[in-house]
């Protein structure tokens, strides 16, 4: 069976790879998608992408992935700090969450360390860059094979 997934790119993704790029590299956010969707055509699965820096976009993704995604790779930048409404929905929709970082949140500022969200997802990945997202993809891909 194909497994469908829904991969969500939060706040300020859209200027991956020519933001920061001590921190979150120089890849683009299409380069990810590209490899994303690659891993996801080795695995048979089928994936839907979106990315927004609207917490609303977001959790509106999340409410409806219930009704066609078996699974969530879910990079909710700062918003992984700040949001119990995104925590909320994520276990409203009782589907598996990888949350995934390009960068280590543990090592970054104080206030980073902390993620709201890890504690209703079924794992978390940080601090790889773009290979976070291909980790996560693979985790999820185990987690519902198993």
Excluded at 5 to 10: F, P, Q, S, T
Excluded at 81 to 91: E, G, N, P
Excluded at 94 to 112: G, T, Y
Aim: one cysteine or more; a negative charge; glycine letters at 6%.
């Amino acid at each position: 069976m194909t497994s469908r997934i829904l991969v969500l790119h939060g706040p300020n993704m859209n200027l991956v790879g020519s933001r920061e790029t001590n921190i979150y590299g120089t890849k683009s956010l299409q380069d990810i998608n590209d490899e994303i969707t690659a891993l996801a055509s080795d695995l048979g699965m089928e994936i839907r992408i979106l990315q927004s820096n609207s917490e609303e976009a977001l959790i509106e993704a999340l409410h409806a992935a219930r009704e066609w995604a078996d699974g969530v790779v879910f990079n909710p930048g700062a918003f992984t700090h700040t949001s119990v409404a995104l925590r909320d929905a994520i276990s409203a929709v009782d589907l598996p969450v990888v949350e995934v970082h390009l960068s280590n949140i543990q090592a970054r500022e104080s206030f980073r360390s902390v993620s709201l969200l890890a504690p209703v997802c079924v794992g978390s990945i940080s601090g790889f860059g773009t290979y976070s997202y291909t980790l996560g993809l693979q985790a999820l891909h185990e987690h519902l094979q198993s």
